[in-house]
């Protein structure tokens, strides 16, 4: 399965939601989409989802154009925040109406996933809880097993055992079944350890997108006497700086070289790895 945008744009009225948007999604991995409110994670995705065409450029799953192209928008599943206070349904006539729609759907995997979060099989979904609500766009998505699914921030009102279900069965099932994984959260620091690859988008356009080793090991954080640490920074990309009397840590996003970092250490200076939490906000602080 391939996925591949160029120079997409979306705009409404006169102001871009997405400007130039270019990348690929290639192999069966999970992809981590990140992004402040309001960067255009959603407007991308639902563009993915042939929810809405963009206003230029093209996006094709595939080699095919997916808006209104029933075989290529069955192969996509799009989860997210949906409200369901007009849902009478039960869980289980739900599934099954979605079955009809997903030829890869698996049905006793879903029931599975409906144990699972102890949801109510004869409750009507409206009057399920927001967490409840969340569950079932999971088990949804999951069951589902479309070779292109996208959860945009779908664990809203989850509490903190059910996240961690959704994680645990997403890694499952992503070994049993592997397919292109994109999921949009704020939750950077709790998910991080799921993706294969992170994109960022800030102000309609794409940050950066890298595997999520390669980008770990661009970024580190220097500490030290502050004399020391800006020679030893002063070519170096710096995000972060914070300084306490003689002393100064600064966060730089590049690689450092073996010698740079045995040179640093000769010098009595701290080098720490930085998370990716880290990296999200010091990286879209700086680019706004």
Known sequence: MNVKAEKVQLKYGKDFALKDISFELSGEKIYGLLGRNGAGK???LSIL?????????????NGEIPFENAKVMQQVAFLYNKDYKEESDNVIDMLEDIQRYRPNFDKNYAEYLVDRFKLDRKKPIKKFSKGMQSSLNVIMGLASRAPVTIFDEVYLGMDAPSRDIFYRELLEDQGKHPRIIILSTHLVSEMDYLFDEVMIINQGTILLHEEIDTLLAKGATITGNADLVNDFTSNKKQINMQELGTAKSVTIYGELSDDEREAALESGLDLAPVSLHELFIHLTEEEN
């Open 42 to 44: 959603t407007s991308l």
């Open 49 to 61: 989802a042939s929810f809405r065409e963009p206003s230029s450029g093209t996006i094709t799953i």
